[in-house]
């Protein structure tokens, strides 16, 4: 790919996405630019992934033939003024960050600007990213799909519908939190049975990432996976009586419902 990309931005998740890019060899390092605001980031970034970074966000968004707005929800109108007028009207404006609408950002940009909204999460950093796309009119069937390779190097994509993105956090961007937290509940489990703290998480990661796996590669319900594994008047059966009794589905419901109507909020303009 023959594109100059910049990141707005390069903390945790702009990071990840660098990586993925490089690692994945879609793009090298001289393609990309990025800025941010500390001197550590910079010395940090510049030594990891041999990009070009700096504090000047006007010069990579000048520079930029896709440009990625990769920083909090609360500055991003503050950024948007700042770059507007190094922006040109082909650029590609993608935004990592929940709630910012393809509404919002025309009217901060004040002209017809390609955007696309995007939703990836933190697992794009070993290339099993989980992302989401809605693009606004004015961006082309081929604007897409670059944008969509980019993404791709690093995990997998789905477009959508604007209306769906508010769901999306709590469906993946915000999901592998509360991933890690089953994971850690199920190595404290196997811990308070004796099992070494290591082996736990060992165990337990490996067996959520196999699940996983099974429910994609064989396209079969989870149900009916779940089905398969509880034998008569066995230990997983035991267990998954317990888990009902104790409400895990409907407090993880409750969670994505919560984290749903938080990305709302912010859609809405709600601090």
Known sequence: MKRKIGFIGCGQMGQAMIHGMIQSEVLKADQISATALTDETIDYVAEEYGIEITNDNKKVAAESDILFLAVKPYIYQGVVSEIKSAVREETIVVT??????????????????????????????????????????????????????????????EVVAEGLMDAVPAVSGSAPAFVYMFIEAMADGAVQQGMPRDKAYKLAAQTVHGAAKMVLETGRHPGELKDAVCTPAGTTIAGVTMLEQTGMRSSIIQAMNASTQRAKDLSSGKK
């Open 96 to 157: 990592v960050a929940a709630g910012i609408t393809l509404e919002t950002m025309k009217n901060a940009f004040g002209f017809n600007v390609k955007v696309i909204r995007s939703m990836p999460n933190t697992p794009a950093l070993v290339g099993a990213g989980m992302s989401v796309l809605s693009p606004n009119e004015y961006v082309t069937a081929d604007d897409l799909a670059i944008v969509r390779e980019l993404f791709e190097s690093f995990g997998e994509t």
